[in-house]
């Protein structure tokens, strides 16, 4: 916990990955086969859902699912675990991919520095 | 009160000099008020003037001592010290409690301004220039942290979130006809696998 911190501010300023800067490694680098990421909801369903701007992310059709039982089943506001589950579980993997996101970023970023260092010796 | 004008008015009015309006405006006063002898005089000049002021103000001849005369006005009234009443025995049984004064004492020209509610010339636990040195210690340390905190920002492991459609760039109110080509969206390796969980997951709880 806050040891990416170090690692950038400290100890290895020049490979740890700052997250403002767009990652600049090819996404396909190192992988055999990998796919593009497909949108479930499109763009016309979540303007009808009036989702709002910042989670019309990738899940958005388990939150627009959500949002259906949550107006279906009002007051009982315990009523749509299943479907909250569901978008949640759909965020978790989100968010775990972000993490291996900034790792793969970082691990090739501190091989491109042991290429170089290579290279110039 | 306003009998007792009126009659002094008739009196006036009958027996002045003067003839007609003026006969009212000449020593028409009320008695509720102090007497001509307790109301303050000039500035006064000879010793036995001071003594018969300091009787005057109830205080002794000794402590009796004139506002200085600018020109402003204040006449015999006495220089008290500018103390407010906080820094009077809150534990001595005053003839008046809240006001913490006793029947007769002087009474200071700015005595409005010093009650309790108001001014308080009480010294303050610190002197002066500890209390400057501890504020802008502190606003100063503060400013630096924050300083601190904007060079080197604390933020979690994990890339920046992706958004579909261009990262939503008709949603955020751009241009159609502009469309800012970025790198696709990725999944992690190994998608396949990953769809068939998701879609194991999604299926485990309902029949």
């Known amino acids: 916990m806050g040891a990416h911190l170090a690692r950038r501010y400290i100890t290895e300023t020049e490979t740890e990955p700052d997250p403002a800067k767009p990652f600049g490694f090819d996404p396909e680098f190192g992988f055999n086969e990998r796919k593009e990421r497909e949108m479930v909801a499109s763009q016309a369903q979540m303007n009808l859902a009036q989702v709002p701007v910042l989670q019309r992310d990738y899940c958005a059709h388990h939150l627009i699912k959500l949002m259906k039982c949550k107006r279906d089943n009002w007051p009982n506001f315990l009523a749509c675990k299943h479907e909250r589950h569901d978008w949640d579980y759909c965020e978790h993997q989100d968010y775990v991919m972000r993490m291996k996101e900034y790792e793969r970023e970082r691990r090739l970023q501190m091989r491109k520095k042991r290429v170089e260092e290579a290279q110039a010796a | ?207």
């Open chain 2, 1 to 207: 009160m306003a009998a007792v004008g009126f009659r002094n008015w008739a009196r006036a009015l009958s027996r002045g000099k003067q003839p007609g309006f003026s006969a009212l405006l000449s020593q028409v006063r009320a008695a509720s008020g102090p007497s001509k002898g307790m109301l303050p005089g000039p500035y006064p000049k000879t010793p036995e003037e001071r003594a018969a002021a300091a009787k005057k103000y109830n205080m002794r001849a000794e402590d009796y001592e004139p506002i200085p005369d600018h020109g402003e006005g204040y006449g015999d009234y006495p220089q008290l010290p500018d103390r407010s009443q906080h820094e009077r025995d809150p534990w001595y049984s005053w003839d008046h409690p809240d006001l913490r004064r006793n029947w007769g004492e002087p009474i200071h020209w700015d005595f409005d301004m010093f009650i309790r509610n108001r001014v308080d010339t009480s010294p303050s636990p610190v002197d002066w220039h500890t209390m400057c040195k501890h504020l802008f210690g502190f606003i100063g340390f503060m400013m630096l942290m924050f300083y601190l905190g904007e060079k080197f920002p604390s933020y979690q492991p994990v890339a920046p979130k992706q958004y579909p459609y261009s990262s939503l760039h008709l949603e955020r109110g751009g241009d159609p006809e502009k469309q800012p080509e970025e790198r696709e969206r990725t999944n992690v390796a190994g998608s396949k696998a990953k769809s068939a969980a998701e879609e194991r997951h999604a299926e485990g709880e309902r029949p």
